[in-house]
Nanobody, 123 residues
Framework: QVQLVESGGGLVQTGGSLKLSCAAS????????LGWFRQAPGKEREFVAA????????YARDSVKGRFTISRDNAKNTVYLQMNSLTPEDTAVYYC????????????????WGQGTQVTVSS
C-alpha cells in the first residue's frame, strides 16, 4: 500500500517556475515507479513524466521535455517535478501516481494516486 500527497502547486506567471513534491508513505516506496499526470479543465488526464524505481530512467511527454524534470529521493520517500518556463497551457491539476513499472505510468495507468495540486500559469 502506498499513499501519495502532492504539494507545491500555486499561481505563477508565464515563464516562471514551480517545483512539485509528492510525499509517499509505505515501506515499499522505493520499489515503485512514480510519475506525474495533469488534467486541465474540460480535458482528459494526460501523462507528464515518469521515473523508474532507481531514478536512473525517466520519461516525459514531448511538450514538457527540456522544461520539466522529474526526480526522486528514496531516502525521503519523495518524488519531485521541477517545472520551468511555464506557459498557460501548463495550467492543470497535477497528480502523482505510483505503479510497479514506469511503462504503466507512461501508458496512462497507476496503482496509487494522489489527490492533486493545482498549478495555474497566468499570461
Amino acid at each position: 500500500q502506498v499513499q501519495l500527497v502532492e504539494s507545491g502547486g500555486g499561481l505563477v506567471q508565464t515563464g516562471g517556475s514551480l517545483k512539485l513534491s509528492c510525499a509517499a508513505s509505505g515501506r515499499t516506496f522505493s520499489s515503485y515507479a512514480l510519475g506525474w499526470f495533469r488534467q486541465a479543465p474540460g480535458k482528459e488526464r494526460e501523462f507528464v513524466a515518469a521515473i523508474n524505481w532507481t531514478g536512473g530512467i525517466t520519461y516525459a511527454r514531448d511538450s514538457v521535455k527540456g522544461r520539466f524534470t522529474i526526480s526522486r529521493d528514496n531516502a525521503k520517500n519523495t518524488v519531485y517535478l521541477q517545472m520551468n518556463s511555464l506557459t498557460p497551457e501548463d495550467t492543470a491539476v497535477y497528480y502523482c501516481a505510483a505503479a510497479q513499472i514506469a511503462r504503466t505510468i507512461v501508458r496512462g495507468g497507476g496503482d496509487y494516486w494522489g489527490q492533486g495540486t493545482q498549478v495555474t500559469v497566468s499570461s
